[in-house]
């Protein structure tokens, strides 16, 4: 698709690239937020999915001698900021006529294309074509060009043209002003450069290389806003991150406090205390002054519940630290009156 000499347009031409209609006639943009930073300069954002991206790149390096092609398929979305072009699949024009340096979307290309279409990407349509310029810079040529205004017309079709050598990668748009070099486009939501080359083969791209040229200052302020707003919007989804990760902790430890409580109450509101049950009762003879009397003596069997348990063990304890305190005590007392006279007898025997 370049570098032919004096192509013949007429005779290159496929019938039914003039299907891919307009955005004119579309239905209405998808709504959707776009993966990239707010404030990002283009005169048409695209953003390309990591895979049909991959899979771009794979093609063009299929084949390093011959030109290969196909097409992008996705959505049209909008934003508070605009519309954008969303590129989710690339659909390889399998049946292509390859050459060095041109490339032919023949009829059986296109049926290729549609049928692929119809069956692994029903909900996406045709939003822009790409080829290969293998070894030979990304710069679009006239037929290229003459492809994109008569069967690309719309202002959201794209072209695209990748040197798998060197990697770069060229997108064309189609303006009130001819077709025009994007800069950048998005990959995953991370920005690539777009490479634009020096000569542009059309008379618009030409006067907007040179209004580029005289409002450098105020490209390079609006870059730099741009930057600005990727930083605020990084510190913003930073903070939403933060504030997230705080409300889920404070979340999960009165969920825990509101467990705990909650069992306590359901385990005080069931449990229960039987009381002890009469097993035998034995009547012991226990003489009382000069009477013998009967002392009733009940055997009874209870499960001493464990938190009564507990409180009988910890009063026995209090109990025996009562009983040896008390017996120092007394031991103490019974020393002292014993030194006492061990150390007057002395005293006596002197007077």
């Not at 005169?43 to 790149?57: G, H, N, P, S």
């Not at 299929?62 to 196909?70: M, Y």
């Not at 290729?112 to 909900?123: H, N």
């Not at 450069?193 to 609006?222: F, H, I, L, N, Y």
Request: hydrophobic share 40%; aromatic share 8%.
């Amino acid at each position: 698709m370049a570098k032919d000499k004096n192509p013949d347009p007429r005779a290159n031409k496929p019938a039914e690239p003039v299907t891919v209609r307009s955005m004119s006639e579309e239905d209405k943009p998808v709504r959707r937020k776009f993966p990239g930073p707010r404030g990002a300069m283009s005169k048409l954002r695209v953003a390309i999915t990591r895979e049909a991206y991959a899979d771009l790149v794979a093609h063009a390096k299929s084949s390093l001698d011959k030109e290969v092609c196909g097409v992008m398929a996705g959505e049209v979305c909008e934003d508070d900021e605009g519309l954008f072009v969303s590129v989710e699949a690339m659909v390889r024009g399998t049946a292509a006529s390859q050459a060095s340096t041109h490339v032919t979307f023949t009829q059986e290309t296109w049926n290729m294309i549609y049928k692929t279409l119809e069956r692994d990407f029903p909900d996406l349509r045709i939003v822009g074509w790409y080829h290969t310029h293998p070894g030979f810079g990304v710069e679009f040529s006239d037929m290229d060009l003459f492809i994109q205004s008569n069967f690309f017309p719309g202002a959201t079709h794209l072209a695209l043209v990748t040197d798998p050598l060197s990697g770069d990668v060229a997108i064309c748009i189609n303006t009130a002003a001819g077709i025009q070099y994007l800069e950048s486009f998005w990959v995953d939501g991370r920005e690539q450069k777009c490479r634009v080359p020096a000569r542009s083969s059309d008379k618009a791209g030409e006067a907007a290389a040179a209004a580029d040229a005289t409002s450098v200052s105020g490209e390079q302020v609006k870059a730099l806003e741009a930057r600005v707003s990727q930083l605020v919007q990084a510190l913003d989804e930073m903070r939403g991150f933060h504030y997230r990760f705080m409300l889920t902790c404070g979340f999960a430890f009165c969920l825990a406090l509101m467990t705990a409580v909650g069992y306590t109450i359901y385990k005080e509101m069931t449990s229960h205390i039987d009381p002890p049950e009469l097993a035998s009762f034995e009547p012991i003879p226990v003489q009382v002054g000069d009477k013998t009397v009967l002392l009733g003596v009940g055997v009874v069997k209870w499960n001493v519940p464990d938190e009564l348990n507990a409180l009988l063990l910890k009063e026995d304890l209090l109990k025996k630290q009562a009983e040896e305190k008390a017996k120092k005590q007394a031991e103490k007392t019974n020393a002292e009156p014993a030194g006492a006279s061990t150390n007057s007898a002395p005293d006596t025997k002197k007077l």
